[in-house]
């Protein structure tokens, strides 16, 4: 071994047997070695090693690096057993291990980057096989080559998922290269190429992990670069048909995944073709009419397979090859592309980069080619929508080729980078590139999608962070629907239905009902008036049945007798009972329904609106009988409980009752409806005691009825029901019905019971004014009283309430003397003007009594100088005016308070008069609290102060 600078670091002879390295350890449970063989013993568990197998018979050495340079695999040609044996020794030197004894080793090597196996040929004694090799030398799992092949090279590219195996076909002296794949434990061959020259080198790039570089002995580069797809159908007439096809040499494994769920590589259907398949194709459509083969296998020979099927499993139709005058290699054609029924394209590629699409013909005998185009780009992924078709290319723009004219235009629905995955829906294009960004027509969606699905309106993905994201892609904008947890390494499979079906990295599946998909396609039962499959797969998902009614309740309730006939009655009573009272395409489902759904009823009346018209449908069914419990749901939902017991006729329809009502709730509303028998029923089925509920529903059978219904009533609590019970009663109850009127307060319900019996009338209006009276609604109480012909009571709250009117009318009509009325008068004026109602005392005297005077010093009370005024004028007083202004002035020009005092008494009327405006005439001090005449006359002189303040504020003179 070397240095870079032609330096020895070791030297070792392969052949020295005398150090043993590191031993080969194998506990092997379970294996046939460790298993007891009885009387035959340790030598029958030997295994047998046919020395006459040979492999290669090159005898040149091989040499393999691991990944991480630590280790190398070196195969040679062991002189002294006479077979090849594969030494690993380490990078500083120290021999390692040798391989365990096995014949039949060919000569090619290659370690896996990943450092755990590596891969060798090996010839059995009827089969040729890749086997591995562990690091410690010991032989782990291998798997079958088609016969007549001999492996030239091996190697694995960078991320250790592709085995790349250089064959040659002994009888035909022929050359293939082969690409393997591993999952589930299973080696599938998806790529299997005839070379027509010697190839001189095979390199897998180091920077893109599925990038392959080929020379050929002729001086032909090729450059591959491969990426992961999923064969799967795509029909738009069968959106229930969804199949998936894996390629395993020249087998392909057929499942109907919209049926069964079936891992590689297991299978529906195994399908043997002529040759190893490298590609399959889906026509967009598929039926008698449109497309009679549902799938095409293209073969490593150039040759395509056509299926159908029929009632027991599908079966190769026809077999074609493709004639041209040009020399197509199918190591230059990629690409392909099931467009319409009849045409299927493809892309080849020619020296110096240039590209051209094949527009292949589907004749009924033969397929021809009818177009082809130039392309100066690479292509890198091919979208078929209608009769056009995306290409998309390596720089991330996009080609528009159209099938019909043969022409090809750029178009604006690109990608900002390059995308070796696109899907397109309509006019929308989506595409996810190698740095895991997903676009929606050239907008980033995400940045760490590994792998996604459409099936529209939804956009499924799984992440970088292993997770499970949904997304709507309704309207111009991606909106988050729904993220969940996922097994790390999970990729998207297929959507069938409500079905998201994902494969792990060991290779198994798993699928999982999202809650998005399962209100979406139960919205499209309902919509096709399946609701018996609906009402299933909600039950199922546990997803609320209001989404029956609520998903289109214009439809719901014009075919709701359909509903009635195909759904369970069972199913019929569940979606009774768990009915919400909102919308839950509003609400609890408001996510999963974008646009807005016209309301054909208020929501507060959704509940009442459904069992009302149920009940309709089911009461006028024929079989009435058969829908007895939804009958019984409904009328309890809508809250009309008496109606469902009386309707309860059987143990089966009053354990119904118990199921959906608290039993207590049950019993009351049995003896809310005086229904004895049913209550007892009912109670037998509870906890309540017998020994109190039999005596009191045998003391109930014994009353009067009306008694009875009035005892049930008090006992609810119903104390409406039981007034008008009782009011049936007799006069002997008068006094208990007082009294239950009086504790309640049902005046007004008493009012309008005795409203044609006079004496009961007359003293509830009686007890109702009271009751007011004590309330101090006394205006109220006034009207009642008179009501009740009580006018004396009438007149005393007439007169707490101030109404003077109501009381000088019945006083009159109670014949009151002049005396009694003066008095009656005053108890007002004293009221009237304790409430500052000056205006209406005032009114009072003068239309009342003609009291005059009265009114006036009221009105001067009030400071309703106006109405003072008006009256002393239209009456003749105008002297009474001039004098109290002139003694108004006169006292604020005497000198001493007694000659003050004695003025004041000889003209005590007037300053009655006047007294209630002295603040206005006299103003005082604030901050003192009596000021002198004398300080008073100093500091307001009369000519500023009384003459101006009666001009300006009453007495105004022209």
Same mark, same amino acid.
């Given at each position: 071994?070397?240095?870079?600078?032609?330096?020895?670091?070791?030297?070792?002879?392969?052949?020295?047997?005398?150090?043993?390295?590191?031993?080969?350890?194998?506990?092997?449970?379970?294996?046939?070695?460790?298993?007891?063989?009885?009387?035959?013993?340790?030598?029958?568990?030997?295994?047998?090693?046919?020395?006459?197998?040979?492999?290669?018979?090159?005898?040149?050495?091989?040499?393999?690096?691991?990944?991480?340079?630590?280790?190398?695999?070196?195969?040679?040609?062991?002189?002294?057993?006479?077979?090849?044996?594969?030494?690993?020794?380490?990078?500083?030197?120290?021999?390692?291990?040798?391989?365990?004894?096995?014949?039949?080793?060919?000569?090619?090597?290659?370690?896996?980057?990943?450092?755990?196996?590596?891969?060798?040929?090996?010839?059995?004694?009827?089969?040729?096989?890749?086997?591995?090799?562990? $690091?410690?030398?010991?032989?782990?799992?291998?798997?079958?080559?088609?016969?007549?092949?001999?492996?030239?090279?091996?190697?694995?590219?960078?991320?250790?998922?592709?085995?790349?195996?250089?064959?040659?076909?002994?009888?035909?002296?022929?050359?293939?290269?082969?690409?393997?794949?591993?999952?589930?434990?299973?080696?599938?061959?998806?790529?299997?190429?005839?070379?027509?020259?010697?190839?001189?080198?095979?390199?897998?790039?180091?920077?893109?992990?599925?990038?392959?570089?080929?020379?050929? /002995?002729?001086?032909?580069?090729?450059?591959?670069?491969?990426?992961?797809?999923?064969?799967?159908?795509?029909?738009?007439?069968?959106?229930?048909?969804?199949?998936?096809?894996?390629?395993?040499?020249?087998?392909?494994?057929?499942?109907?995944?919209?049926?069964?769920?079936?891992?590689?590589?297991?299978?529906?259907?195994?399908?043997?073709?002529?040759?190893?398949?490298?590609?399959?194709?889906?026509?967009?459509?598929?039926?008698?009419?449109?497309?009679?083969?549902? +799938? #095409?296998?293209?073969?490593?020979?150039?040759?395509?397979?056509?299926?159908?099927?029929?009632?027991?499993?599908?079966?190769?139709?026809?077999?074609?090859?493709?004639?041209?005058?040009?020399?197509?290699?199918?190591?230059?054609?990629?690409?392909?592309?099931?467009?319409?029924?009849?045409?299927?394209?493809?892309?080849?590629?020619?020296?110096?980069?240039?590209?051209?699409?094949?527009?292949?013909?589907?004749?009924?005998?033969?397929?021809?080619?009818?177009?082809?185009?130039?392309?100066?780009?690479?292509?890198?992924?091919?979208?078929?929508?209608?009769?056009?078709?995306?290409?998309?290319?390596?720089?991330?723009? #996009?080609?528009?080729?159209?099938?019909?004219?043969?022409?090809?235009?750029?178009?604006?629905?690109?990608?900002?980078?390059?995308?070796?995955?696109?899907?397109?829906?309509?006019?929308?294009?989506?595409?996810?590139?190698?740095?895991?960004?997903?676009?929606?027509?050239?907008?980033?969606?995400?940045?760490?999608?590994?792998?996604?699905?459409?099936?529209?309106?939804?956009?499924?993905?799984?992440?970088?962070?292993?997770?499970?994201?949904?997304?709507?892609?309704?309207?111009?904008?991606?909106?988050?629907?729904?993220?969940?947890?996922?097994?790390?390494?999970?990729?998207?499979?297929?959507?069938?239905?409500?079905?998201?079906?994902?494969?792990?990295?060991?290779?198994?599946?798993?699928?999982?009902?999202?809650?998005?998909?399962?209100?979406?396609?139960?919205? =499209?039962?309902?919509? =096709? =008036?399946?609701?018996?499959?609906?009402?299933?797969?909600?039950?199922?998902?546990?997803?609320?049945?209001?989404?029956?009614?609520?998903?289109?309740?214009?439809?719901?309730?014009?075919?709701?007798?359909?509903?009635?006939?195909?759904?369970?009655?069972?199913?019929?009573?569940?979606?009774?009972?768990?009915?919400?009272?909102?919308?839950?395409?509003?609400?609890?489902?408001?996510?999963?329904?974008?646009?807005?759904?016209?309301?054909?009823?208020?929501?507060?009346?959704?509940?009442?609106?459904?069992?009302?018209?149920?009940?309709?449908?089911?009461?006028?069914?024929?079989?009435?009988? =058969?829908? +007895?419990?939804?009958?019984?749901?409904?009328?309890?939902?809508?809250?009309?409980?008496?109606?469902?017991?009386?309707?309860?006729?059987?143990?089966?329809?009053?354990?119904?009752?118990?199921?959906?009502?608290?039993?207590?709730?049950?019993?009351?509303?049995?003896?809310?409806?005086?229904?004895?028998?049913?209550?007892?029923?009912?109670?037998?089925?509870?906890?309540?005691?017998?020994?109190?509920?039999?005596?009191?529903?045998?003391?109930?059978?014994?009353?009067?009825?009306?008694?009875?219904?009035?005892?049930?009533?008090?006992?609810?609590?119903?104390?409406?029901?039981?007034?008008?019970?009782?009011?049936?009663?007799?006069?002997?109850?008068?006094?208990?019905?007082?009294?239950?009127?009086?504790?309640?307060?049902?005046?007004?319900?008493?009012?309008?019971?005795?409203?044609?019996?006079?004496?009961?009338?007359?003293?509830?209006?009686?007890?109702?004014?009271?009751?007011?009276? $004590?309330?101090?609604?006394?205006?109220?109480?006034?009207?009642?009283?008179?009501?009740?012909?009580?006018?004396?009571?009438?007149?005393?709250?007439?007169?707490?309430?101030?109404?003077?009117?109501?009381?000088?009318?019945?006083?009159?009509?109670?014949?009151?003397?002049?005396?009694?009325? /003066?008095?009656?008068?005053?108890?007002?004026?004293?009221?009237?003007?304790?409430?500052?109602?000056?205006?209406?005392?005032?009114?009072?005297?003068?239309?009342?009594?003609?009291?005059?005077?009265?009114?006036?010093?009221?009105?001067?009370?009030?400071?309703?100088?106006?109405?003072?005024?008006?009256?002393?004028?239209?009456?003749?007083?105008?002297?009474?005016?001039?004098?109290?202004?002139?003694?108004?002035?006169?006292?604020?020009?005497?000198?001493?308070?007694?000659?003050?005092?004695?003025?004041?008494?000889?003209?005590?009327?007037?300053?009655?008069?006047?007294?209630?405006?002295?603040?206005?005439?006299?103003?005082?001090?604030?901050?003192?609290?009596?000021?002198?005449?004398?300080?008073?006359?100093?500091?307001?002189?009369?000519?500023?102060?009384?003459?101006?303040?009666?001009?300006?504020?009453?007495?105004?003179?022209?």
């Amino acid at each position: 071994m070397l240095t870079s600078t032609i330096d020895v670091i070791f030297e070792y002879d392969l052949a020295d047997t005398s150090q043993e390295g590191q031993k080969l350890v194998n506990i092997g449970w379970g294996k046939k070695e460790t298993q007891f063989r009885g009387m035959e013993g340790k030598k029958a568990v030997v295994p047998n090693l046919d020395s006459n197998l040979e492999g290669s018979f090159d005898k040149s050495p091989c040499i393999t690096w691991r990944g991480d340079s630590s280790l190398l695999a070196v195969g040679f040609w062991c002189r002294i057993s006479c077979k090849r044996r594969i030494k690993i020794f380490s990078k500083d030197g120290p021999f390692v291990c040798i391989n365990e004894d096995m014949a039949g080793l060919d000569g090619p090597l290659s370690w896996r980057p990943q450092g755990n196996l590596i891969a060798f040929s090996q010839q059995l004694a009827n089969k040729y096989v890749i086997s591995f090799l562990e $690091k410690n030398g010991l032989k782990h799992l291998d798997f079958e080559l088609p016969k007549g092949f001999k492996v030239k090279h091996m190697s694995w590219n960078m991320d250790s998922n592709i085995l790349c195996l250089l064959v040659k076909q002994s009888e035909l002296t022929k050359t293939y290269l082969m690409l393997w794949t591993c999952s589930n434990y299973h080696w599938f061959l998806k790529q299997m190429f005839l070379l027509s020259f010697e190839v001189a080198k095979i390199i897998w790039d180091e920077d893109r992990e599925n990038k392959l570089h080929l020379i050929l /002995r002729n001086g032909t580069f090729y450059e591959f670069e491969f990426s992961w797809i999923i064969d799967h159908s795509n029909y738009a007439s069968f959106a229930n048909k969804y199949y998936i096809s894996v390629i395993d040499k020249e087998t392909i494994l057929l499942t109907p995944f919209h049926s069964s769920i079936i891992p590689p590589p297991m299978s529906k259907w195994t399908l043997k073709c002529p040759a190893s398949v490298n590609q399959i194709l889906y026509p967009p459509t598929y039926g008698d009419e449109e497309c009679k083969y549902f +799938m #095409c296998a293209l073969l490593c020979d150039g040759k395509f397979c056509f299926f159908s099927e029929n009632s027991e499993e599908p079966y190769i139709s026809r077999i074609d090859e493709l004639f041209t005058q040009e020399c197509f290699s199918d190591l230059t054609m990629h690409h392909w592309a099931w467009v319409t029924n009849t045409t299927i394209i493809g892309v080849s590629i020619f020296e110096g980069g240039r590209s051209k699409v094949m527009n292949i013909q589907i004749a009924e005998d033969k397929l021809e080619l009818v177009n082809n185009s130039e392309i100066n780009h690479h292509v890198i992924a091919v979208v078929a929508n209608t009769k056009d078709v995306y290409m998309y290319l390596l720089d991330g723009r #996009c080609i528009e080729y159209d099938i019909e004219k043969n022409s090809i235009s750029e178009i604006k629905a690109g990608f900002p980078e390059p995308c070796y995955h696109v899907v397109a829906h309509s006019k929308d294009k989506y595409g996810l590139s190698e740095w895991n960004r997903l676009y929606k027509n050239g907008k980033t969606l995400s940045n760490n999608i590994t792998s996604f699905l459409i099936h529209y309106p939804f956009i499924l993905a799984t992440t970088s962070n292993h997770t499970l994201l949904l997304m709507n892609s309704e309207g111009s904008e991606v909106e988050e629907i729904s993220v969940r947890k996922l097994e790390r390494g999970s990729k998207l499979v297929a959507v069938t239905g409500q079905t998201v079906i994902m494969q792990l990295p060991r290779g198994n599946l798993e699928s999982i009902q999202p809650r998005a998909l399962t209100i979406m396609n139960a919205g =499209k039962l309902l919509d =096709k =008036k399946l609701y018996k499959e609906a009402i299933q797969l909600l039950r199922r998902q546990r997803i609320s049945f209001d989404l029956c009614c609520d998903h289109n309740p214009s439809e719901f309730f014009a075919n709701i007798k359909h509903f009635i006939q195909v759904v369970d009655p069972q199913w019929i009573t569940l979606f009774v009972t768990e009915l919400l009272p909102t919308d839950v395409t509003r609400g609890i489902y408001s996510q999963y329904y974008k646009q807005e759904r016209q309301l054909i009823y208020p929501e507060e009346q959704k509940i009442n609106k459904i069992c009302i018209t149920l009940l309709e449908a089911l009461q006028s069914s024929e079989e009435e009988h =058969k829908y +007895m419990l939804p009958i019984l749901s409904c009328l309890v939902k809508s809250r009309n409980i008496a109606e469902a017991i009386k309707l309860a006729n059987s143990d089966q329809a009053m354990q119904h009752l118990l199921f959906l009502v608290d039993v207590d709730t049950l019993y009351n509303e049995a003896l809310g409806s005086y229904n004895l028998e049913a209550a007892l029923q009912i109670a037998g089925k509870s906890q309540m005691d017998p020994k109190e509920y039999i005596p009191f529903l045998n003391s109930l059978r014994e009353m009067d009825s009306n008694y009875m219904k009035y005892e049930i009533d008090k006992m609810l609590r119903r104390q409406d029901s039981a007034l008008r019970n009782l009011s049936k009663c007799g006069d002997d109850k008068l006094e208990l019905m007082y009294s239950l009127i009086e504790e309640h307060q049902l005046y007004n319900l008493a009012l309008d019971l005795f409203k044609s019996q006079p004496e009961r009338f007359t003293e509830a209006a009686n007890m109702y004014g009271d009751y007011l009276f $004590k309330q101090a609604s006394f205006e109220e109480a006034g009207v009642l009283y008179m009501r009740s012909n009580n006018l004396p009571k009438a007149i005393n709250a007439f007169k707490k309430s101030g109404n003077w009117r109501k009381c000088m009318l019945l006083a009159n009509r109670s014949n009151y003397s002049d005396i009694e009325l /003066r008095k009656l008068g005053d108890s007002l004026c004293n009221t009237l003007t304790s409430s500052h109602k000056f205006r209406e005392a005032a009114e009072m005297y003068k239309d009342c009594f003609a009291d005059t005077n009265k009114a006036i010093e009221i009105y001067l009370q009030g400071h309703l100088w106006e109405q003072a005024l008006y009256i002393a004028e239209t009456s003749g007083l105008n002297q009474l005016i001039e004098e109290a202004k002139n003694i108004s002035v006169a006292l604020l020009h005497l000198n001493s308070d007694e000659k003050g005092t004695t003025l004041q008494n000889n003209v005590e009327d007037f300053l009655k008069i006047i007294d209630d405006i002295k603040s206005d005439v006299w103003p005082k001090d604030p901050n003192e609290n009596e000021i002198a005449v004398i300080d008073a006359k100093l500091k307001y002189p009369p000519d500023m102060n009384i003459d101006t303040h009666w001009k300006l504020a009453v007495f105004s003179e022209n």
